[in-house]
């Protein structure tokens, strides 16, 4: 009770504290008697208030600083204003001017997706494209768009896909290479454009790493859910080559290239383009007609081209070895069928609507082989817009549950040894001793000969 009346006895700057007003409120209200003490409550309680203030004793702040005139017309003609406010403009010096870069509008693109009732939050979105726009200057990167979110188990993945500018310098001691499919070099293949992750979009982006086909490969045989930190062990068996940002790459190469799709005639393959060539846009051609939005899986198909079971996009060149004559070589399994760009999709792989939301229709197309990856398509007069977006945990679903892969089968028992017999000492002793009189007469045959006059 002592603690409460000196609590409500604590003065503020004007020395009045809450039990001295409350008492002087009582003592008006006693001497008042008014018929509505309580109606008269909040008034006496200000009038007490205002005996207390002191209007002479409040310090008002400082003025503001008024706005410099406008500079004048001589002012605006003289050499001195122009180097003076030239130098205000010009880069301080160690700061490197900003890096040129194209960042995909993902305000735009999410507008396209809510309409699906797909995507982020408009905050979440604009603080998105607020992080791009740091992530391509500070990377250098010729463009950038935002993939997707990729969910973790304690942290969610931001991940953006960009192209550098310049092409990394190669370690000075490259790592050997891996066995297996060789690894698709970078700007090619799976390994075309560069991937940046986070989990804050106030913090760093991270660069992962190049995919290898054997990091591919393994995590097919896998399912483990991410966990939030690019630095952790990824813990499964098979046992997966590398560490959880080299899984999430492998991830995101398997997410790209099966659900990245392009409205039907936007490209088309030139007709003497190499193995993995990607598709020209021929918008720019004469009498080009886009295609018009629709609900039907015929009026999509695939922009990159598919994984083999390899973990490449296409297969390694074959080494032509002459073999000698007699020498038959065993030959190996023939190489898989190469799945190229702009496939048709499937039905039953793919679920497609069109929706009208006050403007333009958009297309969209909803991947059921990998829940969360979405594409849309919208033709604003001539121009097509067309993006996709991905979030989700990463895994594709299964026809059957899932089953770890059996693990190596036991080797078996090696065969008995068989005891030899020992040797008689005798016969033990003459092979020495047979071999020591080697010896000593090879040493003799190989003296001079002593000259003539010499002796002992």
């Not at 198909?301 to 074959?318: A, K, V």
Request: glycine letters at 8%; a negative charge; aromatic letters at 8%.
């Amino acid at each position: 009770m002592d603690d409460s009346v000196a609590f409500l006895r604590q003065p503020n700057a004007n020395g009045v504290s809450v039990y001295s007003h409350l008492t002087e409120v009582l003592a008006t209200l006693l001497a008042q008697q008014p018929e509505s003490a309580l109606d008269m409550l909040e008034g006496v309680s200000l009038a007490c208030k205002k005996t207390h203030y002191a209007p002479d004793d409040v310090v008002p702040p400082a003025e503001p600083p008024m706005l410099p005139a406008a500079p004048t017309a001589e002012e605006l003609a003289s050499a001195t204003y122009h180097a003076t406010h030239a130098a205000l403009l010009a880069p301080k010096s160690g700061e490197e001017e900003p890096a040129e870069g194209e960042v995909r509008d993902t305000l735009a693109d999410s507008a396209l997706f809510q309409s699906a009732g797909v995507g982020l939050s408009k905050n979440e979105t604009y603080l998105v494209y607020a992080s791009l726009l740091q992530c391509q200057q500070k990377k250098k990167l010729s463009k950038v768009r935002f993939f997707g979110k990729v969910l973790g188990t304690t942290a969610d993945y931001y991940v953006a896909e960009g192209t550098l500018s310049e092409e990394p310098e190669p370690p000075e001691e490259p790592p050997p290479p891996p066995p297996g499919a060789p690894v698709e070099p970078f700007g090619t293949g799976c390994n075309k454009f560069t991937y940046f992750a986070t989990t804050d979009l106030a913090g760093e982006w991270t660069a992962l790493p190049d995919v290898t086909p054997q990091q591919i490969v393994a995590s097919t045989k896998i399912r483990k859910y991410l966990t939030g930190s690019l630095t952790a062990d990824v813990r499964a068996y098979p046992p997966f080559p590398g560490k959880e940002d080299a899984y999430l790459r492998a991830l995101l190469a398997r997410i790209v290239h099966a659900t990245t799709l392009c409205p039907v005639g936007k490209f088309k393959m030139e007709e003497e383009a190499e193995p993995g060539a990607d598709p020209v846009d021929q918008t720019e051609e004469e009498g080009f007609v886009p295609m018009t939005v629709g609900g039907s899986a015929s009026g999509w198909c695939t922009q990159y081209m598919g994984i083999l079971d390899i973990g490449r996009l296409t297969n390694p060149p074959s080494e032509e070895e002459e073999a000698e004559e007699g020498d038959e070589k065993p030959k190996g399994p023939a190489p898989q069928k190469e799945l190229p760009a702009l496939s048709s999709i499937s039905a039953s792989e793919w679920a497609t609507s069109c929706t009208v939301h006050g403007g333009p229709p958009v297309a969209i197309a909803r991947s059921t082989r990998w829940p969360g990856a979405y594409c849309a398509y919208k033709l604003a007069g001539k121009t097509q817009i067309f993006t996709s977006l991905y979030i989700g945990y990463g895994h594709e679903t299964l026809a059957a549950p899932f089953r770890l892969e059996a693990p190596p089968p036991f080797q078996t028992e090696p065969e008995e040894v068989a005891e030899q017999v020992d040797m008689p000492l005798e016969q033990e002793n003459e092979a020495v001793i047979a071999k020591f009189k080697a010896e000593l007469a090879e040493e003799a045959a190989n003296l001079p000969d002593p000259e003539e006059g010499e002796g002992y």
